[in-house]
């Protein structure tokens, strides 16, 4: 019967145990020498060793960049985000996108593989905004589970700059609510199309990069509409 594990870890640390299985972290990358001796009930003992190499991982998430500030509800956002390998060897992981993480809402999942050691790699997301509540701003935030023997997780985790604003469709001017001043603001922007002067997205209310009496009349149809 096996009464006592003896682990000499070859970095200086030394442990006892009654168990055959333990953990150890090692602070540096290198190779070590692991040496494990066993004693038995009977007085007999054995010692197995093995040369292991241990290396730094530490994924960096260094960027998230939404393309807009505000958002009509019901269109597409385009998100990237931006990963940097900073261990010291090539890692496949997934990166988790949410637009509220407090709350779990995701946005999307992707799978990273083969992010060689230096690499920065640009991930892209889109975010239909089609299920998400109007008349709330949100901070969307990448994150990373830390990998196994990860050390440094605080830069696991980026949020963007600032929150996104969902409106709803007509709010041209983000008072939460749709009246003559969005109106207004149709009208001055009427017979421009994009790329011109005075074009505004807000304005084009059914995406059809011009702004004409459709615009006009979809602003007024949910005129009175607050939220």
Same mark, same amino acid.
């Given at each position: 019967l096996i009464q006592l594990y003896h682990w000499d870890f070859g970095d200086g640390e030394k442990a006892n145990t009654t168990e055959p299985i333990i953990t150890h972290v090692y602070l540096q990358s290198g190779l070590y020498n692991v040496t494990l001796t066993v004693f038995d009930s009977e007085g007999l003992i054995d010692i197995a060793s093995k040369t292991i190499y241990v290396c730094h991982r530490d994924?960096?998430? @260094?960027?998230?960049?939404? $393309?807009?500030? %505000?958002?009509? &509800?019901? #269109?597409? &956002?385009?998100? !990237? @985000?931006?990963? *940097? !390998? !900073?261990?010291?060897?090539?890692?496949?992981? %997934?990166? =988790?996108?949410?637009?509220? =993480?407090?709350?779990?809402? *995701?946005?999307?999942? $992707?799978?990273?593989?083969?992010? !060689? +050691?230096?690499?920065? #790699?640009? *991930?892209?997301?889109?975010?239909?905004?089609?299920?998400? %509540? +109007?008349? #709330? $701003?949100?901070v969307v935030t990448a994150y990373v589970p830390p990998l196994l023997g990860e050390r440094n997780i605080s830069d696991n985790v980026f949020s963007c700059d600032s929150p996104i604003t969902v409106k709803l469709v007509g709010d041209v001017n983000g008072d939460f609510k749709i009246d003559i001043w969005d109106v207004a603001a149709v009208s001055r922007a009427f017979g421009k199309i994009a790329g011109m002067e005075g074009y505004s997205w807000e304005a084009d209310i059914n995406e059809d990069l011009k702004i004409d009496i459709l615009d006009v009349a979809l602003v007024s149809r949910a005129f009175g509409t607050f939220y």
């Open positions: 994924i960096s998430i @260094v960027d998230v960049h939404v $393309s807009v500030g %505000q958002v009509y &509800v019901g #269109r597409k &956002v385009s998100i !990237n @985000v931006t990963v *940097l !390998n !900073n261990g010291e060897k090539a890692e496949d992981f %997934q990166l =988790i996108l949410y637009y509220n =993480i407090t709350g779990g809402d *995701l946005i999307g999942i $992707s799978d990273v593989y083969g992010l !060689n +050691p230096g690499e920065l #790699r640009v *991930l892209i997301f889109v975010w239909d905004t089609s299920c998400v %509540q +109007p008349g #709330r $701003s949100y």
